[in-house]
């Protein structure tokens, strides 16, 4: 074992010895100073403790996660509920009065997609090539002017790309936002470990691979910060993902349905038309609500149907939640909520036994938290439908479903839709995709009818792309 003279960083040297995590310093002689101290600063922050019983509970022992017992399909508010529209009335209410944050979920390595940077910062839109960061954050100064006063944004950030945020928005100027309604926080990160001997791999010589700890981070971020966010007036969050542009933020209908029917958690759900889609359905277990993914869910349920034809279980999660800081970050006795963990497991490049892994294999495994792991602790959660053409376009991966290309025909559909609504002429392919290439700033617009508004007084060129600033 090496020797230092740091009584406290011999001792976690120790730790990680007895740990047979001894490995990690397996480069120390080729260090300098500086990358050893980075090191054993690393070293201070794991807590070994808690990942050596993360590791018994979910790699040591045979148990699985348990199988969920018997769910069966949940209610949800459909399109077509008449009592939608008034809702829209009360969440706006809510907004106005500033009760409402917007977390935005920011923290993945995107390993699918392979953007060098953060997801947020991909440049998704078709003309100007303008980022997922900026349609969010443009939606948000759209919703001042419609609120009449600012929206406060939380955009959670893991340690691997907080700094490439902060840089990011600060270089773009918060795209119109005063950084005073902007908190940038990650989340917590825990090491990533070899499948088999269960060791801590490393990011390069001397430095150890961390992951960020999953979504449900966002709720441990929540919980830390409730204090703050109490201070300025916020008692509801809503939270969405940085990888579906289609995002309606803050959307007051969703609000105002979470507050007429008294509830803790709310989501939005699209319906599942192919069975094969592998997207988590909301699903009842007595009287709770919860997630169950595509792979837990059996081949039966997978594929039973309504008398109508359409899947019992078709329910699809789309990441957007609304959620009540008193119930994740209640003031009372108890304390805050606790999330299970789950195992991940992915491809990624690593250092080990003095060379280099790539990856070409799934040759990782970490551990994550789901934001929707508070549903089932929830008294009262509430599934509202949004409708997928709308709502739900995600950049997962590089190509195929779910990328760049499949998000921008979605948007493209979208706003040439709302073009003709408004009275344009738009000729679309036999797929429906429109034949222009269009861009509406989120800005401007976040339906036909704001659009109507934004073009008055505005002439549309007869052909060439529609850019609408
Ligand atoms: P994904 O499950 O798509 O993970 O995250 P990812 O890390 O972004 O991408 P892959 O799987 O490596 O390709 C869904 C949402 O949850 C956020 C992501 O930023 C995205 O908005 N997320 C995921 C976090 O904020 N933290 C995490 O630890 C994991």
């Known amino acids: 074992m090496i020797q230092l003279e740091d009584p ?3 001792a976690v040297v120790a730790k990680f010895f007895e740990a047979d995590q001894g490995h990690l310093f397996d480069d120390w002689e080729q260090l300098d100073s500086l990358a050893r101290r980075h090191l054993l600063t690393d070293m201070h922050r794991i807590d070994l403790r808690f990942l050596q019983q993360l590791i018994r509970d979910h790699l040591d022992s045979d148990a699985a996660e348990a199988p969920i017992a018997a769910p069966t399909p949940p209610d949800w508010i ?3 509920d008449p009592g939608r529209e008034t809702a829209t009335e009360i969440g706006l209410h809510a907004l106005r009065q500033g009760e409402v944050a917007v977390l935005l979920v920011a923290g993945g390595v995107g390993t699918r997609l392979g953007h060098a940077g953060p ?3 991909y440049p998704l839109l078709p003309i100007s090539g303008g980022t997922l960061f900026q349609v969010f954050a443009e939606s ?3 919703l001042r002017k419609q609120v009449g006063r600012h929206i406060h944004w939380i955009i959670m950030t893991s340690p691997s790309n907080h700094e490439q945020t902060v840089d990011y928005f600060q270089q773009h100027s918060f795209h ?4 005073s309604e902007v908190t940038i926080q990650p989340q917590e990160q825990l090491p990533v470990l070899d499948p088999r ?6 990011a390069g010589p001397g430095r150890v691979l961390f992951s960020p700890d999953g979504h449900g981070g966002s709720i441990r971020l929540l919980q830390k910060i409730s204090e703050d966010l109490r201070e300025r007036g916020i008692r509801h969050i809503y939270s969405h993902q940085v990888d579906n542009p289609l995002a309606r933020i803050a959307d007051p209908e969703l609000v105002g349905l979470h507050l007429r029917e008294k509830s803790s958690f709310t989501s939005k759900a699209v319906a599942k038309t192919d069975p094969e889609e592998k997207v988590g359905v909301f699903c009842k277990v007595g ?3 919860r997630v169950i993914e595509y792979s837990e869910l059996g081949p039966n349920d997978r594929v039973r149907t309504e008398p109508d034809g359409s899947l019992c279980f078709r329910a699809g999660n789309v990441a957007t939640h609304v959620i009540d800081l008193d119930f994740i970050a209640p003031q009372s006795a108890g304390g805050p909520l606790q999330l299970p963990f789950h195992v991940a497991r992915k491809a990624v490049r690593h250092w080990l036994d003095g060379r280099w892994h790539e990856a070409s294999s799934l040759n990782s495994v970490r551990f994550e938290t789901f934001i929707f792991d508070v549903l089932p602790m929830a008294d009262r959660g509430l599934v509202v439908e949004a409708d997928r053409a709308l709502e739900f376009a995600p950049v997962k991966n590089g190509e195929g479903a779910d990328s760049p290309a499949t998000s921008r025909a979605a948007l493209q559909k979208l706003w040439a839709n709302w073009l003709v609504e408004c009275g344009v002429q738009i000729e679309f392919d036999d797929n429906g995709a429109p034949l222009r290439l269009i861009e509406i700033s989120s800005r401007l617009a976040g339906d036909a009818e704001q659009l109507r508004l934004a073009l008055e007084g505005v002439v549309i060129a007869p052909d060439g792309p529609i850019l609408l600033r």
């Open 287 to 289: 009287d709770r609500l």
């Open 176 to 179: 119109g936002l005063a950084p």
């Open 8 to 10: 406290s960083d011999q």
């Open 197 to 202: 001997r269960r060791k801590i791999l490393r």
């Open 119 to 121: 997801k947020g910062s």
């Open 78 to 80: 459909p399109l077509t």
């Open 140 to 142: 948000l100064v759209r």
